[in-house]
């Protein structure tokens, strides 16, 4: 019912003025910004630390990067991107005032990041099962702090993500205010691009 | 260009330099250009991820400004830090 009414709203008018307003716009809400700055500020620390403490224990760092599972991180990379890139595309199926299928496309980038936190769990288990855990050396106490405060995010970006569907689905954003959706969306994309850093750092290089 | 087929070049693009940064980190025998090349790919994936996917392209400049300068930096810093 309410989906009806936004693919009313839908003039040329309005496409024209939402075609403008895209234009020299910020997506989102800018508190929702400044939020996505602080936590990659406190990303940043944790990279050049983990930088810094390999180059100080090279040794000790080859050894544990030798432990993980790259194929492992890239699983997660991959499921974190396509996972993204379906939010992407439900923020554009929502530009369209198609809530519930926005809603759709919401839920299955959460089923896609679903692989993420099974992926992630499994190395953890395995690590365990190795008698490996966060106080074994500085290299896995870094890699238990900046994979599991990582790991954290996603689940509050999970959180993020049934939020907005569940509006989505039941048509509270229409075409002038979908503030909230778009601040969800890069919230997600937060968590990705933090990845795209964390899994070259911790695993390729 | 569309806003769906500029996310789905993107998205491929992606995945292609996530493959490609492990075959580096993999075959390349010289570290410190494996970690230059590698860093580059983790801008090149960060300024698809900042310009299409958080829609920043149209953004007011500073704000885009702002997003991309950490995906350069970052990995600078970390080169930085390997290499000297």
Redesign the interface.
């Known amino acids: 019912m309410s989906e009806t009414t936004v693919d009313n709203n839908i003039t040329p008018t309005s496409v024209n003025s939402s075609a403008k307003h895209s234009e020299n716009r910020l997506p989102g809400d800018i508190a929702m910004w400044f939020f996505i700055l602080a936590e990659l500020s406190v990303f940043a620390i944790f990279f050049i630390g983990f930088a810094v403490a390999e180059q100080l224990n090279p040794e000790m760092f080859s050894q544990g990067k030798a432990q993980l599972h790259p194929t492992a991180g890239l699983i997660n990379t991959i499921a974190l991107i396509t996972s993204s890139f379906i939010v992407a595309l439900a923020l554009q199926i929502m530009h369209k005032g198609q809530g519930r299928n926005a809603a759709k496309a919401l839920i299955i980038a959460q089923l896609v990041a679903v692989v993420y936190l099974v992926v992630k769990l499994w190395e953890y288990q395995f690590l365990f099962d190795a008698d490996i855990d966060i106080e074994t050396n500085t290299f896995f106490t870094l890699y238990f702090l900046i994979t599991f405060f990582h790991f954290m995010h996603v689940l509050l970006g999970m959180v993020i993500l049934t939020f907005i569907a569940i509006k989505s689905a039941k048509g509270q954003y229409q075409q002038n205010d979908m503030s909230g959706f778009e601040s969800g969306a890069c919230y997600w994309h937060m968590v990705d691009l933090l990845w795209i850093i964390l899994f070259p750092l911790i695993y390729v290089i | 260009m569309t806003?769906?087929k500029s996310?789905?070049l993107?998205?491929f693009w992606?995945?292609l330099l996530?493959?490609l940064?492990?075959y580096?980190?993999e075959v390349l025998e010289n570290?410190s250009i494996?970690?230059f090349v590698?860093?580059f790919?983790?801008f090149l994936?960060?300024q698809q991820?900042?310009d299409?996917?958080?829609?920043?392209k149209?953004?007011?400049s500073r704000?885009r400004f702002?997003l991309m300068s950490?995906?350069i930096?970052?990995?600078v810093?970390?080169t930085a830090?390997?290499l000297f």
């Open positions: 806003t769906t996310s789905i993107s998205f992606l995945i996530t493959l940064s492990v580096v980190g570290r494996s970690i590698v860093m790919i983790v994936k960060g991820i900042i299409i996917f958080m829609e920043l149209h953004a007011p704000w702002l950490y995906v930096i970052i990995p810093a970390i830090i390997y």
